[in-house]
């Protein structure tokens, strides 16, 4: 799948929630944003981040140790289909 934006957080990666979190203001709604982690803990955060603040997790796969994790974000509020 396409990603807009990418955050690899794979090794040494510093305040990596807080990264994802300023990525994703970047980006607009429907956009999609890439995480990838080695910390399973992230992975876990990221997740229950993703639920807390309306983005949706797309996929998710592991290889190698590796976890992708693909969302999308919110729709604007007030921005339902007609």
């Not at 040494?12 to 999609?32: N, R, W």
């Not at 797309?58 to 007609?82: C, D, F, N």
């Amino acid at each position: 799948m396409y990603a807009d934006k990418v955050v690899n957080c794979i090794g040494a990666c510093q305040a990596p929630m807080l990264t994802i979190d300023v990525e994703m203001k970047v980006l607009e709604s429907g956009q999609v944003m890439q995480v990838m982690t080695d910390d399973p803990d992230l992975a876990e955060r990221v997740r229950a981040w993703a639920g807390e603040n309306g983005h949706m997790i797309e996929e998710e796969h592991v290889v190698s140790g590796v976890t992708t994790l693909i969302m999308r974000k919110e729709a604007a509020a007030g921005a339902e289909a007609k």
